[in-house]
């Protein structure tokens, strides 16, 4: 974002010769297009006036082809409804042209134009909150601003703000919202039944978002000091993560993190990606500012390593949940507990000596279940603090038909927002008639029974016991041993409900 | 542990912050609160950071901090590490959603030792506008004869960590702790569970806290009470609106179009700060009294049109403040419709920024970036402060 601000002491009138103020919307102090154009441009566009709920820009072409049979189950055909994360998403899949799509993406044709502020997060955590009130926060002031300034522009395909909101009357307190215009009817790209697949150059994914798209480059730093550059071109060598628009917003600054962007991650978990997940949601100094992350085969969109984050500043329900500590200590503090009284089964991470300590333990629990072809959910809340994670079988209900039928004619899926109580209709009726009890039946059926539920915590705990095994190079053989068989007998005895592990 | 307040804060000392407080009660209400025995704080979330404007004896005997230590300060500030943060969430959203809360929770003090209280906290009430006017809240310390892990007590029992084990065994005995307790087990407890009779306390003190206060308010001719009895007025804001307005530290106001002739019906410190006057000044009053001989009317007639077509704009702008000198200033203002969670436009917002101030810094974000993060943070605070809750 270069450029300066060009109003200096001059008065109005100079800088903008003949043109009338009424037909200004924004004045943007943006990169290097004048001034002018940037007015008309702004104009045409015509942003924050609108009539419908919401109205939607027009399409950008054509689909791109899609691979598989489309009569094959495993594809969700006008089930699943998924939504345009980026602006050139639809667009005929261009790749191969080197010489300058015309576009600004992110490839080879473009990336070197690319200039981003970057921040770096501190590496020594907050020892606390202490007496200090905290002002608007730099990472919040950048999402805040970036994404307000991208608002005002009309990047994005509806004006959230016009999405009218209310909370679920009952005791879990959903929040439900009208938004016609979030989704596409198109399935799903690839297919649902695999958490892990190789990435596909050939699909959409965000090295061919257009740069205004872009709002900074985040990166976890290693002084004890953020430290901030407004303007840093994007050098492939370094690995940059990026913040960037979803353009298909569900909630103000509704931002996806996409880690390493030019090393073009496939969606899977990894330790480092977690970590920078977790240094985003503590930099906000916000408890309202979540990170979330779905799996493959529980409703991400694109085969792109990304998490989300909006700002909503209410309590989900799934934050609200009670929880009870399960019986595995852990020897970096990490506390682990299982949800009581959702309708959907999950763990709540939190604790930990440090927020390494804390990210890795729930780190080695998602690759466990990736390993396991178990698809799964995360929502970071709390500034980082409390980490939810929630395996779901939705996707597997629905190809074999065992979805409750309500439930799936209003073609909600069961991604982390919705798990998290928050949902996002998009039909009047649903709306309207949205009751407790439906979103409560649409967690419960993406939820795993009691006994897979067991099942799959059995193999996160030992993941997770056998990581520290390794990181502590510990021989533990003959207790390893018998904790095996006791977790072996347990599993086909349907034993107690909570496993007992006994760790050095 | 002092407190970062931004320098625009007009209540930089303990007297002035107090000194809200006093306003809106009869003399003698400091020493008549000061004569209750119990551990209590008042908090005023009109003031940002939703400070403590009053602790009592009880609070700061029991805490180990000294009244200037305290006044000021967010309740936060005794929460520490281990603090439960789901009893730190029901906290904060009882706060939102200004209603009572009793919850037990870890808190910390001054030595840094930790310790189990019940807390107490109610709203008060502004009898004839129905708005929240102070947060009264109770601390009851707990003696934890009583522990509580999830479903029983027994299952603490395993586990190879020594520290569990220990306290396996006080549990099984069903004893009451000794008072030379390892303050260190404190902070493993996921749980303290209160006695009955000290929730009965918790309610008393809040009682009598709470008729001190209506009786001081009765005297002063605008009376408080612990119920709401009236809807709160459309130009008075959520209290929970206002504390994440607070948090803002930017110049800002936001106006009502729905109020004949648009008024203020909030203004930041740091507005105050740059403009010059009071807060009473301004709030209810059309921002035409920043405008003087030299501004621009056509400026402020562009600025009426997009208003009335509900878009945003940016213009600069010649005002006079109220500073002592009484000098103009070049107004770098932007202005933006904001709505709520109906989808209707509820305010405007206006944004100031000193033209001649701007931080050329290269090292910082860009003003114009900063002056855009202000109306973002008000449309998250707006949207979500209009949700009906149940």
Known sequence: ?504 | MSITQSSASLFSTTEEKEGTFNARYSLWIKEALDELPHSFTITDPFISGHPIVFASPGFLKMTGYSREEVIGRNGRAFQGPKTNRRSIMEIREAIREERPVQVSILNYRKSGSPFWMLFHMIPVFGNDDGRVIHFVAVQVPISGQKMRNGSGCSEMVFGSCRREVCLGSFVHQERALPVECDEQELENWEHCEASESEKLKSAEAVGSVLSVLTRYSEFAGRLVCGKRNCLRGADCLSSSLVISLGRIKQSFVLTNPCLPDMPIVYASDAFLTLTGYKRHEVLGQNCRFLSGVDTDSSVLYEMKECILKGQPCTVQILNYSNRKDKSTFWNLLHISPVRNASGKTAYFVGVQMEASCKDIESKELRPETRQLSVVGAVRVAVRSSFMATC
């Open chain 1, 1 to 504: 974002m270069e450029g300066n601000g060009l109003l200096g002491s001059h008065s109005f009138s100079v800088i903008f010769p003949g043109v009338r103020l009424s037909a200004i919307t924004a004045i943007i102090y943006g990169p290097s297009r004048g001034v002018s154009s940037h007015v008309n441009i702004v104009r045409r566009k015509g942003c924050c006036l609108i009539e419908s709920n919401p109205s939607p820009h027009g399409g950008r072409g054509a689909l791109p082809s899609e691979g598989g049979s489309p009569s094959d189950l495993l594809f969700l055909a006008g089930g699943g409804v998924p939504t345009v994360v980026s602006n050139h998403q639809k667009d005929e899949a261009s790749d191969g042209s080197v010489g300058g799509c015309g576009r600004n993406c992110l490839r080879a044709c473009c990336v070197n134009r690319a200039r981003l502020p970057l921040y770096v997060c501190k590496k020594v955590e907050d020892s606390g909150e202490k007496a200090r009130e905290p002002p608007v926060a730099f990472l919040e002031s950048l999402v805040l601003g970036e994404w307000e300034d991208r608002y005002q522009r009309g990047l994005f395909r509806y004006d959230l703000t016009a999405c009218v909101t209310k909370v679920i009357p009952g005791k879990y307190g959903f929040i439900a919202q009208l938004n016609e215009g979030r989704h596409l009817k198109r399935p799903t790209e690839f297919r649902v039944d695999k958490v892990l697949q190789s990435f596909d150059g050939s699909k959409f994914n965000f090295t061919k978002v257009s740069q205004e798209e872009l709002l900074f480059q985040f990166e976890a730093g290693e002084d004890s000091e953020a430290r901030f550059f407004p303007c840093m071109p994007l050098v492939a060598e370094n690995s940059p993560s990026v913040v960037a628009i979803n353009v298909s917003p569900i909630e103000y600054g509704h931002v996806l993190l996409i880690p390493r962007v030019l090393d073009c991650l496939p969606q899977r978990m990894d330790h480092k990606s977690m970590l920078l997940a977790l240094h985003m949601a503590s930099e906000s100094k916000n408890p309202y500012f979540r990170v979330g992350y779905n799996s493959l085969g529980a409703f991400a969109t694109i085969n792109h390593l990304h998490f989300q984050a909006y700002y909503l500043a209410m309590p989900f329900p799934l934050e609200k949940a009670s929880s009870k500590e399960m019986m595995i200590t852990t020897d970096n503090g990490v506390k682990i507990s299982e949800l009581l009284s959702y309708p959907m089964r999950g763990l709540l991470f939190e604790g930990g000596n440090s927020m390494q300590d804390l990210s890795d333990t729930v780190s080695d629990a998602c690759v466990c279940l990736q390993n396991n072809n178990v698809p799964f959910n995360v929502l970071i809340s709390d500034c980082g603090r409390r980490i939810f994670l929630m395996p779901q079988c939705y996707a597997e209900k629905q190809a074999l038909g065992e979805v409750s039928p309500e439930v799936f004619e209003s073609q909600v899926n069961p991604a982390v927002w919705e798990i998290s109580g928050h949902m996002v209709l998009k039909r009047k009726e649903d709306y309207e008639g949205a009751t407790e009890e439906k979103a409560c039946r649409l967690l419960s059926d993406a939820s795993l029974s009691e006994e897979r539920f067991k099942e799959v915590n059995a193999l996160i705990f030992e993941a997770i016991v056998n990581q520290e095994e390794e990181l502590e190079g510990t021989k533990v053989h003959q207790q390893k041993t018998s904790s095996s068989v006791n977790q072996r007998s347990n599993r086909s005895h349907g034993g107690p409900g909570t496993e007992c592990l006994v760790l050095q």
